[in-house]
């Protein structure tokens, strides 16, 4: 039982907490708890699909965001609300963060059309939403339009996008059109993000694989191997983790070693790396490619 007793909040509050820690199990678990005490909930769908999304179960996430947004329609600011009859004043936070949140859902799912139709009804009632346009960023890198996300991902950081993805994002877009002085910015400041996690938090592992991630995207893979083995000796498996609003697993640690491995040449001990992996996800596919290779 939750510290605030048997009631829907609680168990909702104790999600909360758990999804926060990377005890994604237990979130799961709470969430659902809280959806049977009170089948209205809406909050609490919301909260379990973004729980199945960190947990790579794209379809039930798709299933559970799809009916929040469907239940909570884009109503415009002054129209009455029938349920209340109470004149709205401005966009439901909970539609545009669960619109939002779907649109990446459907990224994950590599369907990235119908990512950026969400992504493009948020920014139709709010035209300044970072994170909106940070979805755009992410929709057009996937599909190779390197220039559109780096324009997608300078509008996120000018209303305000979560700073890390958003200059991540925008470093590796502009690596890949060889824009050099902006690689510098962005990934300096991505990483003066991710250094002041680590003073932060130096015994957690987040600030010390975004670190990693960052030197892998610059090719400096011996720096980045350090990092993600900072990473690993801090991270528990089974955990998922998350900062900047990356998720990220222990799974992903061993895989990022893997590969800095494998591009250094050191192959036998990237096979290794992807022995490791397979014995915990035997399905898991930049594992069986590093034990294959």
């Known amino acids: 039982m939750p510290f605030g007793g048997e009631s829907a909040e609680s168990y909702y509050d104790e999600g909360l907490t758990a999804a926060m820690k990377g005890d994604l199990k237990r979130a799961t678990e709470c969430f659902e708890k809280a959806i049977s005490l009170d089948r209205n909930y809406t909050a609490a769908y919301h909260q379990l699909g973004k729980c199945h999304l960190r947990r790579g179960d794209t379809r039930r996430a798709l ?7 469907l239940e909570n329609p884009a109503q415009a ?3 009455v609300d029938p349920r209340t009859g109470r004149r709205i004043q401005g966009e439901r936070p909970l539609y545009t ?12 799912a ?12 948020v920014i139709a009632i709010d035209p300044m939403n970072g994170r909106a ?10 599909a190779g339009e390197w220039r559109k996300a780096i324009s997608e991902a300078q509008m996120a950081l000018a209303n305000g996008a979560p700073s890390f993805p958003a200059h991540f994002l925008l470093g590796r877009a502009a690596k890949l059109v060889r824009e050099s002085a902006l690689v510098e910015d962005a990934l300096g400041q991505a990483d003066a993000l991710a250094e002041k996690q680590v003073e932060l938090t130096p015994e957690q592992p987040e600030g010390h694989f975004f670190r990693g991630e960052i030197a892998f995207v610059q090719d400096q893979l011996p720096r980045a191997l350090e990092h993600y083995r900072a990473a690993e000796d801090r991270a528990q498996q089974g955990r998922n983790y998350s900062a900047f609003g990356e998720p990220f697993s222990y799974l992903d640690v061993l895989v990022k070693q ?4 494998q591009r250094l040449g050191q192959r036998e001990r990237a096979r290794e790396m992807g022995e490791r992996v397979g014995k915990l996800d035997p399905e898991h596919r930049l594992g069986r490619a590093l034990r294959e290779a």
Do not use: M, P, T, W
């Open 258 to 261: 893997g590969l800095c491995l």
């Open 77 to 79: 600011s002054g129209q």
């Open 110 to 121: 590599g369907e990235a059309e119908q990512a950026v139709k969400h992504f493009q009804e």
């Open 63 to 69: 299933e559970i965001l799809q009916q929040v947004v």
């Open 133 to 142: 346009h940070l979805g755009l960023a992410s929709a057009a890198f996937a």
């Open 97 to 108: 963060g669960a619109r939002i949140d779907l649109g990446y859902a459907f990224l994950s």
